[in-house]
């Protein structure tokens, strides 16, 4: 199994520009998430999934945009980048999400700049 | 809302020390516990986790935690450190009757160890 993995690692935007960051598991989880992390503040809940076609707002959810059309697949979409979203941004996996007691598995991030 | 403390923003330590990491949580209804490490460059990955019984908890690595309910602690502690540790290390916290898992973060402590 690759795990959960991201695309792309690095990325360089400037402001008002759009882009999908890509987020895919293999390990058949019903529940996805995406943080972002930034230093002093540590990881914060932007947008989860409970299974596909279904989306919930987390902590930080202004500026983002996900869906879920397949179990596999969590894209996260920033409309009109903004210098504040320049972040590290995980994306994560667990068996069900409706269990606490479930382990999430993180993938390697990716690191947005938007100037 | 829920938050999660990590007083320890730094720590510098020579190998062979004893590590503990603090962590508290304002939450006061039943929670689950997880420490996670992320090692440069790498992705965060699970330490342990607490949902229920022994207070004492046995990790990865050599890392365990203790659970202390009356002082909404978590600390995380290891014997005897080694070079290898050096990471960055967060407590996460998730309510048991939200619903869905959401877990919160402290915001890391970045610890160094020294050959």
């Known amino acids: 199994n690759a795990g959960v993995t991201q695309t792309p690692k690095f990325q360089v935007l400037k402001t008002g520009q759009s882009m999908t960051l890509q987020c895919a598991q293999d390990?058949?989880?019903?529940?996805m998430s995406w943080y972002r992390q930034d230093p002093g503040m540590g990881l914060r809940l932007i947008h989860y999934?409970?299974?596909?076609?279904?989306?919930d707002q987390g902590e930080v959810p202004n500026g983002y945009n996900v869906s879920r059309s397949t179990t596999e697949d969590f894209p996260l979409r920033l409309l009109s980048a903004a210098p504040s979203q320049t972040s590290v941004y995980f994306c994560?996996?667990?068996?069900?999400?409706?269990?606490?007691?479930?382990?999430?598995?993180f993938g390697p991030g990716t690191r947005l700049t938007v100037l | 809302a829920q938050s999660v403390s990590q007083h320890n923003h730094h720590v510098i330590l020579s190998e062979a020390a004893s590590l503990e990491l603090g962590c508290n949580y304002s939450?006061?209804?039943?929670?689950?516990l997880f420490w996670y490490v992320q090692y440069p460059g790498q992705h965060l990955q699970l330490l342990l986790k607490?949902?229920?019984?022994?207070?004492l908890v046995k990790g990865i690595k050599g890392f365990e935690a203790e659970f202390i309910k009356s002082k909404f602690s978590f600390n995380l502690r290891k014997p005897s450190v080694q070079w290898s540790d050096t990471a960055e290390y967060f407590c996460?916290?998730?309510?048991?009757?939200?619903?869905?898992?959401?877990?919160?973060f402290g915001t890391g402590t970045r610890l160094l160890v020294s050959p």
């Open positions: 996460a916290v998730n309510e048991v009757n939200t619903g869905f898992q959401k877990l919160v």
């Open positions: 939450y006061g209804g039943t929670v689950n």
């Open positions: 999934s409970v299974g596909a076609g279904i989306t």
């Open positions: 994560a996996s667990s068996y069900s999400g409706q269990s606490s007691t479930d382990t999430q598995y």
């Open positions: 390990m058949n989880h019903e529940y």
């Open positions: 607490y949902f229920s019984g022994d207070p």
